[in-house]
């Protein structure tokens, strides 16, 4: 059973990534890890970096794919970004924290990108 929901978190990610590139974003870093925390992607566009999010389903029982993103999972995203900018930033970026929801249907997708999803330190 863990080994489906690891292959649909990664079919997931794999959506998400061709939907961004799609979108002029350049992915930065995959599943990048700051001791225990991860983060699911770094995209860059501009003078922007977007620490991302990823959350599928292939139903539509437990809500919508984006509820499980609560405070506890959004404050380890956000410390893994401080260490990120730490390694990696740059003077005049602007950093922010999106979410992006990957819906499977048989075989098609839905995508949500949710940009700005959250302000560090919001409950």
């Known amino acids: ?22 979108r002029d974003w350049t992915i930065l870093a995959r599943n990048y890890r700051a001791g225990p925390k991860e983060i699911d992607l770094v995209a860059g566009r501009g003078r922007v970096v977007a620490f991302v999010e990823v959350k599928t389903r292939a139903t539509a029982t437990g809500g919508t794919p984006l509820e499980p993103i609560r405070w506890p999972k959004r404050r380890a995203v956000e410390e893994a970004a401080r260490r990120w900018i730490l390694e990696n930033g740059r003077p005049g970026t602007a950093y922010r924290f999106d979410a992006v929801a990957v819906r499977l249907r048989g075989g098609s997708h839905e995508i949500e990108h949710v940009a700005d999803a959250w302000r560090p330190g919001s409950r």
């Open 1 to 22: 059973m863990a080994n489906n929901g690891r292959s649909l978190g990664r079919r997931g990610e794999e959506l998400a990534v061709a939907y961004l590139e799609n």
